[in-house]
T-cell receptor, first 113, second 110 residues
């Protein structure tokens, strides 16, 4: 039973390019979270999705960031026109329902040069 | 006030010591509580869920105090391998998203 799969593990983008981060939840999990962790800081909630629905996006920056979790396929976190401040580790987690524990992928380390 | 607050530490303890962490949360409607650990910027891993009656898993004991809105984690007989950042997690807000505390750093020394 594969765990939460994130890819790529490492992503380098030049300023102004787009970054696409993918997350495949554990089998049977229909809830996905995205978190961002800056160096020397804690995990910051970004967005919480259920299949085809955004439940809570209160942690997402208003511009350049978007997320989706389609009926088929992985959840995607998209960052347009990346800036150096977007460099961080982005973690995805999945759970079966709202109030159950979540399991994390290994993260995507985004570096903007 | 932050939704989930933890003492950042670090807690520096010798091997074999008992150490306790507390965490407070602001949303009285929260229903789910967890402790995770994170090693060296790797992904967080679930340590244990926290139930109203308290629960124990080997050297680890978690307790919940709803009246005071805090959660505790007790680690007995600390091992070097327990060195990590311990994250308190609470479901909160619209949609019951999982909110993480900033973490408490534990360093166990020989």
């Amino acid at each position: 039973n594969a765990g939460v799969m994130q890819n790529p593990r490492h992503l380098v983008r030049r300023r102004g390019q787009e970054a696409r981060l993918r997350c495949s939840p554990m089998k049977g999990h229909s809830h996905v979270y995205w978190y961002r962790q800056l160096p020397e800081e804690g995990l910051k909630f970004m967005v919480y999705l259920q299949k085809e629905n955004i439940i809570d996006e209160s942690g997402m920056p208003k511009e350049r960031f978007s997320a989706e979790f389609p009926k088929e396929g992985p959840s995607i976190l998209r960052i347009q026109q990346v800036v150096r401040g977007d460099s961080a580790a982005y973690f995805c987690a999945s759970s079966t329902t709202q109030n159950t524990e979540a399991f994390f992928g290994q993260g995507t380390r985004l570096t903007v040069v | 006030r932050k939704e989930v607050e933890q003492d950042p530490g670090p807690f520096n303890v010798p091997e074999g010591a008992t150490v306790a962490f507390n965490c407070t949360y602001s949303n009285s409607a929260s229903q789910s509580f967890f402790w995770y650990r994170q090693d060296c910027r790797k992904e967080p891993k679930l340590l244990m869920s926290v139930y109203s009656s308290g629960n124990e898993d080997g050297r680890f004991t978690a307790q919940l105090n709803r009246a005071s809105q805090y959660i505790s984690l007790l680690i007995r007989d600390s091992k070097l391998s327990d060195s990590a950042t311990y994250l308190c997690v609470v479901n909160s807000g619209y949609g019951n998203k999982l909110v993480f505390g900033a973490g408490t750093i534990l360093r166990v020394k020989s």
